[in-house]
């Protein structure tokens, strides 16, 4: 029997975040297992949590969809971290904690505590791509509606690569019915984990929409992504759309699928970006794995 926890991700209320399913003492448990039980849940990602192999680190951290294990995700670092403070599994030094992944030490901030606590990493270094007019063409196509080309959509990648591009509405992002089968097939083709949308929201409230869909690892539309959401803000500094000395905003994602979460970004003069957000407890239970 293992512990483990399921945490709501970017939100203070349970059901209306990101879920992850944080397997908590993972030890034995081998890549095929591993797989086998993140296809079980179906959430977007399950979490195993292991000893380090570093002192830098707190804990590692592998990170599955129901296909496929990634080297880092946002939401999942978020909410491990929420499960392995609460379980006493690990405590913040100078205010954080250390993750290792697969794409190496994530430091997570800790503000707070209890229902009060805010946690917040530091994205991993990004690289953007920027997609040719026929690939451009194609999201187009999966989507049904145009993208704003003068900023050019791009290949974000974080660690998940994500295709990143700005349409000119909100009411234009949430009408969006994606052709999936075509989307997994061009984000297999060009090494995508999926496309993250965004659009300008009307004065008041956070600033951006968000929607993410990665039907080539087994999610259709992920209700709440933090490295969807880095994503954007990375692509938002590369192509101008933030204030050269730095920004601060708040991004709104899981509408369509009945969820309401908040995540805070900043993003620095140089381009580095944190995301941030609030996490709560929805299940504690045992595994039998």
Known sequence: ??????????????????????????????????????????????????????????????????????????????????????????????????????????????????????????LPAATVTTLSREDVDEIEAIIGAAVKREAPPALVNVGPLWVIAELSSVEALLALKPDFARSAAFERRIGATGITLFAQRDAGGPEIEVRTFAPSCGVYEDPVCGSGNGSIAVFRHARGLLPAAGARYEAAQGRCVGRDGKISLSVDADGKVQVGGSCITTVNGTLAA
Not at 25 to 31: A, E, I, M, P, V
Not at 50 to 59: C, G, Q, V
Not at 69 to 86: M, R
Not at 88 to 93: F, I, K, L, N
């Open 1 to 122: 029997m293992r512990n483990y926890k399921v945490v709501d991700a970017f939100t203070t209320r349970p059901l209306l975040g990101n879920p992850v399913a944080v397997i908590l003492d993972s030890d034995g448990l081998d890549t095929e297992a591993m797989q086998a039980i993140a296809r079980w849940t179906n959430l977007s990602e399950t979490t195993f949590v292991l000893p380090p192999t570093t002192p830098d680190a707190d804990y590692r951290l592998r990170i599955f969809t129901p296909g496929s294990e990634l080297p880092f995700a946002g939401h999942p670092t978020l909410g491990s971290a929420h499960a392995i403070l609460e379980a006493g599994m690990a405590s913040p030094r100078n205010g954080k904690l250390v993750q290792e992944c697969g794409v190496g030490l994530v430091e997570i901030a800790v503000v707070g505590r209890g229902a009060d606590q805010v946690l917040t990493l530091s």
